[in-house]
Nanobody, 122 residues
């Protein structure tokens, strides 16, 4: 069974940049769709975007489009979320998740990372 491991807690000032990583326990993470979700205190888990493995492509929600991008390191089996021009409203716990078909609902995913707290200070 695929397991996902995320990088540790991140803190940044507004306008700054961060990179989150999601490492798969199995080789060929590129065969999966890796999605990113985030959950702010008191709010539901929100779909942020997804990364298609093969061929590589990604798409993001309008709230982060133009500020967030993704990359993949096939050798180390890692997918990265690059976040730029961060805003205080981006503060949340960010989760990566994987399945074979993608989807915007958290219920579509069985495999989840442990979450990374991202705090953007104003």
């Amino acid at each position: 069974q695929l397991e996902l491991f995320q990088s540790g807690e991140k803190l940044v000032q507004a306008g700054g940049s961060l990179t989150l990583s999601c490492e798969g326990s199995k080789r060929m993470l590129s065969n999966y769709v890796v999605a990113w979700f985030r959950q702010a205190p008191g709010k539901e888990r929100e779909f942020v975007g997804e990364i298609i493995g093969n061929p590589f492509s990604y798409s993001f929600e309008d709230s982060v489009k133009g500020r967030f991008t993704a990359s993949r390191d096939n050798f180390r089996n890692i997918v990265k979320l690059h976040m730029n021009s961060l805003k205080p409203e981006d503060t949340a716990v960010y989760f990566c998740a994987a399945n074979s078909v993608g989807g915007r609902s958290p219920r579509a995913y069985d495999q989840w990372g442990q979450g990374t707290q991202v705090t953007v200070s104003s």
